[in-house]
């Protein structure tokens, strides 16, 4: 089931830990971000969509009501609930008429923030199902929300580009859609040798550009390869990086995300900040680890940070070169990290690797190897957006008792 997804909005840390604390608890709703001020809120809007925004009215640089007017107004799907104090009346009235569709008066309790979320919640599905309908009369019908996914890991090695250019590769061929691969990866990105084209320009350069980014300045950008996924290639030298800030990243996504059905981003295993930028826009996060001990335990750091980023709840967690001869099993590392694998790819170094010195994703060139197979699971995984951690226990008890009953 699809989590409804709340923005908290509060200046006071300790308001939106209390907040976290209470929705944490709730299986059926996922924190996805906080901000300190309206200004916050309205920038986080936009990257994160979530269904919910939870706003305090008195904040500093831009107050809750005048942040609700601005997102109602540009997004109108989100839906704001004011979160008030005794006595503020005519704030809330104003906040109503700014667009804001519910209100909860401090001190409220659990059951009181759970239901008004999900009433609330529930009515805008309704709303939006009429205007949809509506909207399918005149045609004009948007098949499906866009994809953002990330291919994350904190080693470097891990193959997240070899699964990065294998996956957009399939995704391209079995969905027919827009698909574009944006190398992040910005000292050392390889996706241009992975996919054997020669850029020019990169993303360095068209962050240079001067005046408000648009699409087709975008589009010019991009290199097309034949698989039909379009590539944002990394700058041409190291030192070019530091030209691409954290916020263009965040402008170049948004703009690509309203053109594409699929944008896929490949990154370098760092916590910095142009990473966590694409993290923060993506709805899936495909983390790809190996199975040696500095990587299990870089890897149960990496959790408990992606848990206080909010991105845990859409982390999808990839082990390759997975082979029980190491020493540690699969089983061993979910326990170590307290997560479950979704899907494991094999070693095949011979096919792997000629693959990048042809510039031929292996997907194409030897669909029916092992690899192949398993990058084929977790594109299907990534297309119809399962793979959870909630999902993979159920499958995981119902494979137990299967075992039980047929072992
Ligand atoms: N399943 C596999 N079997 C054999 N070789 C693999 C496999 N996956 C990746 N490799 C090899 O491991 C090396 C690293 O892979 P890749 O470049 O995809 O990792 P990465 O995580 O993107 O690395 P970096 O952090 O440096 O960007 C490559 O030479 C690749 O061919
Ligand atoms: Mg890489």
Known sequence: MEKIKVLIVDDISETRD????????????????EAANGEQAVRKSEQLLPD???????????????????????????????????????????????GAREYLVKPFSADELNNTIKRTYDLERKRLGKMEGTKKLFGKQKDSKPQVITIFGTKGGVGKT???????????????????????????????????????????????ERGQLNIELVE???????????????????????????????????????????????TP????????SALDMSNQVLLVMNM???TVKNMKLSLELLDSLHHKAKTKLILNRASEDLGISAGDVE????????????????????????GIPFVLSNANAKVSKA????????????GYQKELMESKQKRKLFGKIFG
């Not at 390889?190 to 320009?201: G, M, Y």
């Not at 097309?224 to 800030?245: F, N, Q």
């Not at 979704?342 to 000629?354: E, W």
Request: proline fraction near 5%; charged fraction near 20%.
């Open 18 to 33: 209390n907040l976290n604390r209470l929705l944490k608890l709730e299986e059926d709703i996922q924190v996805v971000g």
């Open 52 to 98: 919910i925004i939870l706003m305090d009215i008195n904040m500093p640089i831009m107050n809750g009501i005048a942040a609700t007017e601005k997102i109602s107004l540009n997004f109108p799907n989100i839906a704001v609930i004011m979160i008030s104090v005794q006595g503020e009346a005519e704030y809330l009235k104003k906040a109503m008429m700014a």
């Open 162 to 208: 070899t699964l990065a250019v294998n996956s957009s590769t399939l995704i391209a061929k079995k969905t027919k859609k827009k698909v574009v691969l944006v190398d992040l990866d910005l000292q050392f990105g390889d996706v241009s040798v992975f996919f054997n084209v020669s850029p020019k320009k990169s993303i360095a350069e068209l962050v240079q």
């Open 220 to 266: 010019s950008y991009l290199i097309p390869h034949i698989s039909g996924v379009k590539i944002l290639p990394a700058p041409m030298r190291p030192e070019y990086s530091e030209l691409v800030t954290p916020n263009n990243v965040l402008e170049i996504l948004t703009i690509l995300r309203q053109n594409y059905d699929y944008v896929i981003i490949d």
């Open 269 to 276: 295993p760092i916590f910095q900040d142009t990473n966590l």
């Open 292 to 294: 040696d001990l500095p």
């Open 335 to 358: 326990n170590a990290l307290d997560f479950l694998i979704a899907h494991q790819m094999p070693t095949d170094g011979k096919l792997v690797v000629t693959s990048v010195n042809k």
């Open 375 to 386: 990058v084929d699971q977790i594109t299907n995984m990534v297309i119809e957006d399962t």
